[in-house]
């Protein structure tokens, strides 16, 4: 059990799962991808340690943008998403794989995904370390899932509360 400021949380993915979980991503990127030349949107802040890890694996010719984007407020979905910095990497004609750290109401995305179609990429896929099927509402799910997991907040591995415990190498479930 940890404590991240006022709240407690359980061991819930370890280092090394998550690690073995993320290399098979990549190994089904670059079969998909084979021959391609691929785009990766990574979504700030919560996806760097994710796209850091998952882009070592990646065996093809790709470019890396980044896009930061904010939807939460302590523990809850605010609701609404807010452009923060936006993309600034010519996507037209390119096959866009977005690199997201979780997938839970799925607001997020549909507001990136919009974002990335009105510039015109040829395709598009979600790559996302966890989903949350449960609380999902949207109109885009990953196509590449690490883990899906319960409707419950979690910290670590990029994933923070009130911007704390991203360093974590580990993923934390909240206690009841």
């Not at 093809?60 to 939807?71: H, P, Q, R, T």
């Not at 919009?114 to 609380?135: E, T, Y």
Request: proline share 2%; net charge negative; hydrophobic share 40%.
């Amino acid at each position: 059990m940890i404590q991240v400021l006022d709240k407690r949380f359980t061991a819930f993915l370890s280092a090394g799962s998550i690690q073995e979980r993320i290399r098979e991503m990549a190994g089904q990127i670059n079969a998909d991808y084979k021959g391609k030349e691929v785009t990766f949107v990574v979504i700030l802040n919560g996806a760097f340690m994710f796209a850091g890890d998952l882009l070592k694996h990646i065996q093809l010719d790709c470019e890396i943008a980044f896009v930061k984007v904010s939807s939460y407020k302590g523990t809850e979905s605010s609701g609404r998403v807010d452009e923060i910095i936006g993309l600034t990497n010519d996507i037209a004609d390119r096959d866009v794989v977005i690199v997201e750290d979780i997938v839970d109401t799925g607001i997020t995305m549909d507001k990136i995904v919009k974002i990335l179609n009105a510039n015109g990429c040829r395709s598009l896929q979600i790559a996302s370390l966890l989903f949350k099927p449960d609380a999902f509402n949207g109109k885009n799910p990953p196509h590449y899932t690490g883990f899906s997991i319960e409707n419950k907040f979690v910290v670590g591995y990029g994933l923070d509360y009130n911007e704390h415990g991203r360093n974590l190498d580990a993923i934390y479930q909240l206690t009841d």
